[in-house]
């Protein structure tokens, strides 16, 4: 059943101001609501949290507040210096197996509606993968020491 609200009655339309006509077609702006509504008032309580913080925080400020933090000693070295190409190989490891996962868990979730085809792509995709990760430890990548 339809809703009443933008019916024509006798060639005269009941639509209110809030709706738009596409195509024939009634649309109630009045459906956006709950979200205006929930990104106001998450807008409202992110300036409150932030002002409150603000005015009530302590503001004691000392020398070793001002310092820079890094890793919870001072820094010893220039922030300039090299790093060791193991800590990228790492890193695009780390990318290449999580974007694996982020493949296989849709994959999995919808394995029964899509067939063999998709069982061998994925077959190949994961044997790829056990190559490349064959290679790597093959050329001693993952050894730190």
Same mark, same amino acid.
């Given at each position: 059943?339809?809703?009443?609200?933008?019916?024509?009655? !006798?060639?005269?339309?009941?639509?209110?101001? *809030?709706?738009?006509?596409?195509?024939?077609?009634?649309?109630?702006?009045?459906?956006?609501?709950? $979200?205006?509504?929930?990104? +106001?008032? %998450?807008?409202?309580?992110? $300036? %409150?949290?932030?002002?409150?913080?603000?005015?009530?925080?302590?503001?004691?400020?000392?020398?070793?507040?001002?310092?820079? *933090?890094?890793? +919870?000693?001072? %820094? !010893?070295?220039?922030?300039?210096?090299? !790093?060791?190409?193991? *800590? *990228?190989?790492?890193?695009?490891? !780390?990318?290449?197996?999580?974007?694996?996962?982020?493949?296989?868990?849709?994959?999995?979730?919808?394995?029964?509606?899509?067939?063999?085809? %998709?069982? $061998?792509?994925?077959?190949?995709?994961?044997?790829?993968?056990? $190559?490349?990760?064959?290679?790597?430890?093959?050329?001693?990548?993952?050894?730190?020491?």
């Amino acid at each position: 059943m339809k809703p009443l609200s933008g019916f024509s009655f !006798f060639g005269v339309s009941t639509a209110t101001p *809030y709706q738009r006509n596409l195509g024939g077609k009634h649309m109630d702006l009045s459906e956006y609501l709950p $979200v205006l509504l929930f990104l +106001g008032i %998450a807008t409202i309580i992110g $300036v %409150a949290l932030l002002t409150i913080g603000t005015v009530l925080g302590p503001k004691r400020a000392s020398v070793e507040k001002a310092a820079p *933090y890094e890793c +919870g000693f001072p %820094a !010893f070295e220039d922030a300039r210096m090299k !790093f060791d190409v193991r *800590y *990228y190989l790492m890193a695009i490891l !780390f990318i290449v197996f999580d974007l694996e996962i982020a493949f296989i868990l849709p994959w999995s979730v919808v394995f029964r509606d899509i067939g063999v085809i %998709a069982m $061998v792509e994925m077959a190949m995709f994961i044997g790829l993968l056990v $190559v490349g990760f064959v290679y790597v430890w093959k050329k001693g990548a993952l050894e730190w020491e």
